[in-house]
């Protein structure tokens, strides 16, 4: 590698970390202020709250990720621009092609830092801060907790409840164990394949209900379907505490939608998540293929007009990625076109971009 690739590659990492850190702390700073009250309402401690916001910069990054590429490419080039430096270049026989592909294959890199990023940190930091906003913030009780979909509930003094996976759409739960325990000994046990709520209460479909005695005989029965009385809980404190997909790695996020589908149960939204996981970190390669031939119209239109027509364009792709987002959770598109329909159409708008400006 040459001194001058170093030299460009050093400068765009610098400009990078600068555009994370303030956008991130911008960030933050809008977050704290809408839900200051609500931090206040709950009297949570301030050491809770420093603790949420800590273990919130690593998801915040990693969304922020392609903006801050796109910053950073902006900053880089138009700084050699207005230094004359990139005119140097050009006159040592250095072309701007040679520029526009040491910061693409820098950002090729940086979104697969961010894809592992991604899948090992955030997943982690999610989790705890999550268990901070239910537990801390919206005072839900600490024995309802949610791992990879699966929630395991305290409904009594002695009653404890096990769902493999829930669906909020038609407020369907799966794979339901009900365990009734009496001083440290198992007295009761129902197993059902699905529970559905119907007119203000909980139905189970396909129980088997068994009766541990102290003797150690094992009475059971088997109902199509019944009334559970002992769970008396809504949907909605069933919601509060699922596992959100950014909770979950890809792997993770994998192995439960096919449970959820072995299981009969709505996997559209997931697999939608599912494809982004994918998806949102090239977002970085894809607005800085598009993005930096743009930003170089500094040189024959001013630094605001290259600047801000790169802003408007990038304004409009992640539009259009949550309106895809929106029309695969609906069903509109599939998940796969939903997550990808983006990248594929400003990719090919960059690269055309890219390609006329590395001839």
């Not at 401690?45 to 916001?53: G, L």
């Not at 129902?190 to 005695?213: C, H, P």
Request: proline share 4%.
């Amino acid at each position: 590698m040459k001194i001058l690739d170093k030299y460009i590659i050093y400068r765009f990492i610098g400009k990078l970390i600068w555009s994370i850190s303030v956008a991130t702390i911008v960030f933050l700073a809008l977050d704290l202020v809408e839900m200051l009250d609500k931090f206040i309402d709950a009297r949570v401690p301030m050491s809770t709250v420093i603790r949420y916001y800590y273990l919130y910069i690593p998801y915040i990054i990693y969304l922020i990720l392609p903006v801050a590429a796109l910053l950073a490419t902006l900053f880089t080039i138009g700084g050699l621009t207005t230094s004359n430096e990139l005119n140097a270049m050009q006159v040592s026989g250095v072309p701007f092609s040679r520029t526009l592909v040491l910061l693409l294959l820098t950002t090729i890199v940086l979104a697969g830092c961010g894809f592992i990023f991604g899948e090992t940190i955030v997943p982690v930091t999610n989790r705890e801060r999550m268990d901070i906003y239910r537990y801390d913030l919206k005072k839900l009780p600490r024995d309802a907790r949610s791992r990879h979909g699966q929630l395991y509930m305290q409904i009594g003094k002695n009653k404890q409840l096990h769902i493999e996976r829930y669906n909020p759409g038609t407020r369907e739960a799966f794979g339901i164990q009900l365990v009734e325990i009496d001083e440290g000994r198992v007295i009761k046990r129902t197993d059902a394949e699905k529970m559905i709520w119907r007119d203000a209460v909980w139905y189970l479909q396909g129980s088997v209900e068994r009766v541990f005695n102290s003797n150690g005989i094992v009475n059971w029965k088997k109902y199509p379907a019944m009334i559970a009385p002992a769970i008396k809980f809504e949907p909605n404190e069933i919601e509060k505490v699922q596992t959100k997909p950014e909770e979950m790695n890809w792997v993770e996020l994998r192995d439960f939608i096919v449970k959820l589908q072995n299981s009969g149960g709505d996997i559209i939204r997931w697999k939608v998540d599912l494809f982004f996981k994918i998806s949102l970190p090239l977002a970085a390669v894809i607005i800085v293929l598009f993005g930096a031939p743009i930003a170089s119209i500094k040189r024959r239109g001013g630094t605001v007009l290259g600047f801000g027509l790169v802003l408007f364009i990038c304004f409009i792709y992640f539009g259009f990625i949550q309106v895809g987002k929106v029309l695969g959770y609906n069903g509109t598109l599939t998940p796969l076109v939903s997550a990808w329909a983006g990248n594929v159409f400003f990719g090919l708008l960059g690269l055309g971009i890219f390609v006329r400006y590395t001839r």
